[in-house]
């Protein structure tokens, strides 16, 4: 069948690195021929993941790369989907995959040089500078660290809930083509930046840290960096591919990127 056809009978559902059309059974994520790889890809960190019996059929159809998920039945992450089960859940999906190993450490050079791009497009703002800058004196001391497995895209709607009633895991994270190695507090700093924040900051924070309870004490401190680090991101996102709403943005998250780093200086002289 040609893919034109076969799409003609689906849903389309969006996407942004793959068109994605849908039935009520499978999901099909249409890869451009310039990208048709990351079909692949994908279908190999699903199964890395422990999800391999979502993917049904991975192929290259006139030059595009298609993957064939069985579709979860679930709705993007909100807050009134969200239980202490839920929460649970999330630890449990985010500890296996960084139990993972994966080649190589976290390089500062490539911290330094992500600050010095977020410093160059803010720098009409001096609050944002000192923070960059005191996040650039924090580098050496969170560099080096071996990689594990991550997501790295946990925002709202790649992570799914499931529906009450529904079979299968309560929690989906989906979109894996961007999945790597990375360290694990910057993939529980993604999961608040763009997801948990939803809740709200007070709930936000408090299901952070249940999460990271789980993990050793050096990965809680560098949450204290990788926090700021993700609003600085998202800033840097919004003054340069979205700058109507970059005004609104920086009131909003740099005083939360702001917070986290004070709270995570209070908390290194408290473990003194």
């Known amino acids: 069948m040609a893919l034109s056809a076969l799409l003609a009978r689906l849903t389309p559902l969006g996407g942004f690195e793959a068109r994605v059309y849908g039935d009520e059974t499978r999901v099909y994520k249409v890869y451009s021929p310039r990208e048709k790889a990351l079909a692949r890809l994908e279908a190999r960190n699903l199964a890395r993941a422990g999800l391999g019996s979502f993917v049904l059929g991975v192929e290259e159809v006139e030059g595009h790369g298609l993957l064939v998920l069985r579709r979860f039945p679930g709705e993007p ?9 839920t929460l649970a859940a999330l ?3 985010f500890l296996h995959l960084h139990r993972l190993p ?13 600050l010095e791009r977020f410093e160059e497009a803010l720098s009409p703002h001096p609050e944002a500078r000192g923070l960059i800058r005191d996040l650039k004196k924090e580098v050496a001391s969170v560099a080096g660290v071996e990689k594990r497995f991550c ?11 499931k529906q009450p009633g529904a079979q299968g895991p309560l929690v989906m994270l989906v979109d894996w083509a961007r999945a790597g190695g990375d360290d694990p507090a910057r993939d529980l700093a993604l999961l608040k930046t763009g ?9 936000a924070r408090e299901a952070l840290f249940r999460i990271a309870r789980f ?31 970059f005004l609104e943005a920086l009131r909003e998250k ?14 290194r002289k408290g473990a003194c």
Not at 77 to 85: D, K, Q, S, V
């Open 151 to 161: 997501h790295r895209d946990a925002w709202a709607g790649n992570l799914l809930l």
């Open 91 to 93: 630890a449990h999906l």
């Open 102 to 114: 994966e080649p190589g450490v976290v390089r500062a050079e490539d911290l330094l040089e992500r």
């Open 77 to 85: 992450f909100r807050p009134e989907l969200f239980r202490p089960e």
């Open 195 to 203: 997801s948990l924040d939803l809740l709200g900051e007070d709930r």
């Open 254 to 267: 740099l005083p939360r990127a702001q917070a986290f780093y004070r709270e995570g200086l209070a908390f």
């Open 215 to 245: 993990y050793p004490k050096e990965v809680r401190e560098r949450l204290f960096f990788y926090v700021p680090l993700t609003y600085l991101h998202d800033l840097y996102w919004f003054k340069t591919k979205a700058p109507g709403g």
